[in-house]
C-alpha cells in the first residue's frame, strides 16, 4: 500500500521488553506500507503513560511482558481507557489458547513473532478495518480446540 | 536269707507258684523242675537286667536285688539283703520310707517317684532315680512285699537340663539377633526414606534447571531469533520491490530462520511444557505429539483423550512420563508410529504409549536406565504404577496407571 497524498499515516506504538523486537517491528513497519511509529514502551507503566500521550491508532503488544502488569492485562486496561485504540497481541507462542486469551481480552488480532515478518502488514491493515486477525494457520488450530473443547468461550 | 519272709504260699499245689521271697524253697510237686527252670530263668534276668530291681519285704527290708540296682546305690548286693533301707541309705529311706509304707498299707502301685540321694559307689554323688513301687500279694491277697523298679536318670536329667540351658541360650541370642536386625531394619528404613528423598531433590531440581533453560531458550534466544526473522523479512520485502537478484537468497535466510526459531521452540517445549503451567495436559501431550512428528519424522499421534482429575505437579510428572516414554521409543525402537492414549480403565486413568518398533530390552545396568529408574520414581510420586508389555504391533507398550487418582 502506497502512501497517497490523502491517505494519514498509521500510528503505531510498540510495546515490547526485548529491544531487538522493538527494532526490528520498526525496520519491518518502516519497509512497506505507510506506518508511523510514534513510540516505543518496554513495560506497561511506560506503555500506558505513552498512550495516554501519543493517542496512536494502533498498539502492538508483546504477550509475556516482564513487571507486575503482562500483555494480556495491559490490552485489557487499554481498551477500557482508550476503546478506540485497535491492539494486535504479538507473541512467541503458536498455540490457540494464547489467540483465544488475547482476543478475549480484546485485541482487533494475534500473531506469533515467527509469523510477523510475513502477516504483519496484512493483520495491520485487518484490524484496521475493524475486523479480527489471526493467520489462516492460526484459524485452522482455533477451529480445532473449539470442536474439542465446545465449552470454552468463542470469539 | 530274710527273715519275717511270708511263707503263706508254701506247700500249696499249683501250676506256678507265685514268686516266692525264697527262691531257693523247694517246690515238692512233678511240676518242680520245671518250675525251678522257669525260676533259674527269671533269676537270671532279674539279676542281669539293665534296670535297678529289688523287692522289699513289709518290714522294708531287701529280700532280694539285682546287680544294676547295688550299683545305683553303690553297696554291694549282699550288703543290701536282710537290711533295711534305713540301714543301707539312710537319706533314700528319708525320701521314701513314708511312701513304701502307703503302698504296703493301700496295696496300690506308685510310679514314676523321683528321689535324689547321695550316694558312695562307682558312680557317687548327688544322683537322682526314678522309682516304681508295685506291691505284692500272696495267695490270701495279703501284700506281703513290694517290687521296686529303678531308673537312675541322673545323665538324661543332666542332659535335659544341659539342653533347656542350651534353649535358653538359643532364645537369648535369636532375641539378640531379632533385635540387631530390628535395628539393621530400622536403618535400612531410613535410609530408603533418604533415599526417596534425594530422589525427589534430584528430580525436582532436574525440573527446575530443565524449566529455567527451557525458559530461557524460550524467552531469550526465541526473541533474538524473532527479531532476526523479522529483519530478515523486511530485507526481503526491500530487495523484492526492487527486483534485486539477491532477494531469493534473503528468502532462504529467512525460512532458515523460520526453522530455527521451530527448533527453540520444540526444545524449549520439552524442557517447559507451558500448557502444563495453564493446566492443559491434554494439549501438552498433543504439543509432545506434533513436535516429536515433526523432529523425528516418526508418526506420533494423542488417541485417546480422556480428562484426568490432575493437580499441576502431578500433571507434570505424569507428562515427563509420556515424554521419556516417547523418547525412549525413538531412541530405542526405531518404529514407525508412536501412540498416546488417556484412557480410564475401570475407573482408573490409564496413560499408555504404545510403540510399533524393536522389542523392549531390559537396560544392562542401572545406569544404562537411569531414564526408566527416573520414570518409575516419578510414577511412585504420582501413586502410579508403570509396567512394560510387548505392543500389540511389535514394540512396546508402556502403562501407567494412577490407581490413587481414581474416581
Redesign the interface.
Known amino acids: 500500500m502506497k502512501p497517497g497524498p490523502t491517505s494519514k499515516s498509521t500510528r503505531i506504538v510498540i510495546v515490547d521488553d526485548h529491544a531487538g523486537i522493538r527494532e526490528s517491528l520498526r525496520t519491518l513497519l518502516e519497509s512497506e506500507g505507510d506506518f508511523q511509529i510514534c513510540g516505543e514502551a518496554e513495560n506497561a507503566a511506560k506503555a500506558l503513560d505513552l498512550i495516554a500521550g501519543k493517542k496512536p491508532d494502533i498498539a502492538i503488544i508483546d504477550i509475556s511482558l516482564k513487571g507486575a502488569i503482562h500483555g494480556l492485562e495491559l490490552t485489557r486496561q487499554l481498551k477500557h481507557l482508550h476503546p478506540e485504540l485497535t491492539i494486535l497481541v504479538l507473541s512467541l507462542h503458536a498455540e490457540a489458547q494464547f489467540a483465544f486469551g488475547a482476543i478475549t481480552a480484546g485485541a482487533g488480532g494475534y500473531l506469533s513473532k515467527s509469523e510477523a515478518g510475513e502477516f504483519l502488514h496484512i493483520a495491520l491493515e485487518t484490524i484496521l478495518s475493524g475486523k479480527t486477525y489471526v493467520t489462516p494457520e492460526m484459524q485452522a488450530k482455533m477451529d480445532r480446540t473449539r470442536e474439542e473443547n465446545p465449552d470454552r468461550r468463542t470469539i | 536269707m530274710p527273715q519275717g519272709a511270708n511263707k503263706s504260699g508254701e506247700g500249696k499245689s499249683r501250676k506256678i507258684p507265685p514268686l516266692s521271697l525264697r527262691p531257693s524253697d523247694p517246690v515238692q510237686t512233678d511240676e518242680g523242675e520245671l518250675a525251678r527252670a522257669r525260676l533259674a530263668e527269671i533269676e537270671a534276668f532279674y539279676n542281669t537286667a539293665p534296670v535297678g530291681l529289688c523287692v522289699l519285704d513289709t518290714e522294708l527290708r531287701y529280700v532280694r536285688i539285682n546287680e544294676r540296682l547295688a550299683e545305683i546305690n553303690g553297696v554291694p548286693v549282699a550288703d543290701h539283703l536282710g537290711h533295711t533301707i534305713r540301714e543301707v541309705l539312710p537319706e533314700l529311706a528319708d525320701q521314701a520310707e513314708p511312701w513304701l509304707r502307703d503302698v504296703l498299707e493301700t496295696g496300690e502301685a506308685l510310679r514314676d517317684v523321683e528321689i535324689t540321694v547321695e550316694t558312695h559307689g562307682e558312680e557317687s554323688g548327688e544322683r537322682t532315680r526314678v522309682e516304681n513301687w508295685y506291691p505284692m500279694t500272696d495267695a490270701g491277697g495279703e501284700v506281703c512285699g513290694i517290687n521296686i523298679v529303678v531308673e537312675d536318670v541322673t545323665e538324661r536329667k543332666r542332659v535335659e537340663e544341659e539342653l533347656a540351658q542350651l534353649n535358653a541360650e538359643l532364645e537369648d541370642r535369636v532375641e539378640q539377633r531379632t533385635l540387631e536386625l530390628n535395628t539393621a531394619n530400622r536403618e535400612l528404613r531410613q535410609k530408603i526414606v533418604e533415599r526417596q528423598r534425594l530422589e525427589a531433590e534430584i528430580v525436582a531440581i532436574t525440573e527446575r534447571v530443565q524449566s529455567r533453560i527451557g525458559q530461557d531458550l524460550?524467552?531469550d534466544l526465541?526473541?533474538?531469533?524473532?527479531?532476526?526473522?523479522?529483519?530478515?523479512?523486511?530485507?526481503?520485502?526491500?530487495l523484492r520491490?526492487d527486483a534485486h537478484p539477491k532477494s531469493d537468497s534473503i528468502a532462504r535466510l529467512?525460512g532458515m530462520i523460520?526453522q530455527a526459531?521451530?527448533t527453540t521452540?520444540g526444545l524449549a517445549k520439552g524442557l517447559y511444557p507451558?500448557?502444563l503451567e495453564?493446566g492443559?495436559f491434554l494439549?501438552a501431550l498433543e504439543?509432545l505429539a506434533r513436535v516429536t512428528q515433526a523432529f523425528s519424522g516418526v508418526e506420533c499421534i494423542v488417541r485417546g483423550?480422556a480428562t484426568f482429575p490432575l493437580g499441576e505437579t502431578a500433571a507434570i510428572h505424569l507428562y515427563r512420563i509420556a515424554q521419556e516414554a516417547v523418547n525412549n521409543a525413538l531412541k530405542h525402537a526405531a518404529p514407525r508410529r508412536i501412540i498416546i492414549d488417556c484412557t480410564t480403565v475401570t475407573g482408573v486413568p490409564t496413560l499408555t504409549i504404545t510403540n510399533d518398533g524393536l522389542p523392549f530390552k531390559k537396560p544392562r545396568s542401572r545406569r544404562h536406565g537411569l531414564g526408566l529408574h527416573i520414570l518409575e520414581y516419578r510414577a511412585r510420586l504420582l501413586g502410579a504404577e508403570i509396567t512394560i508389555s510387548p505392543g500389540p504391533d511389535g514394540g512396546c507398550k508402556l502403562t501407567c496407571s494412577l490407581a490413587r487418582h481414581a474416581r
Request: glycine share 10%; no cysteine; net charge neutral.
Open positions: 524460550h524467552d526465541g526473541q533474538q531469533l524473532s527479531a532476526l526473522g523479522m529483519l530478515a523479512s523486511a530485507i526481503e520485502r526491500d520491490r529467512n523460520k526459531i521451530d521452540r507451558i500448557e495453564k492443559g494439549i504439543e483423550k
